[in-house]
């Protein structure tokens, strides 16, 4: 049974930082192509950052120099940093592979910026 469960999410101000969890279980992590993923109030599900060990990270030009996406093969925990927080970063954000699978959908973290 795989499960993806995040963590990390909370309320900051415009410029502050957080750092979400993202720890992995069922799955052959250290070969699968993993993101994160946000969805904003009234917003389509869209996404943040990707990950794979042998092809590294990619991020969408909203993101890109602010969060950095890393993963512990060893501890099966994919990270998300985000920096210079704004407050159309607020979303609930969640990890699954990519491309996603529809099943591996978790609760997700809420991540609330407030200018």
């Known amino acids: 049974q795989v499960t993806l469960v995040e963590s990390g999410g909370g309320r900051v101000q415009a410029g502050g930082s957080l750092r979400l969890s993202c720890a992995v279980s069922?799955?052959?992590?250290?070969?699968?192509?993993m993101g994160w993923f946000r969805q904003a109030p009234g917003k389509e599900r869209e996404f943040v950052a990707s990950i794979h060990w042998t092809s590294g990270a990619f991020y969408a030009d909203s993101v890109k120099g602010r969060f950095t996406v890393s993963r512990d093969n060893a501890k099966n925990t994919m990270y998300l940093l985000m920096n210079s927080l704004k407050p159309e970063d607020t979303a609930v954000y969640y990890c699954n592979k990519v491309p996603a699978v529809p099943d591996y959908w978790g609760q997700g973290t809420q991540v609330t910026v407030s200018s």
């Open positions: 069922g799955l052959s992590f250290i070969s699968d192509y």
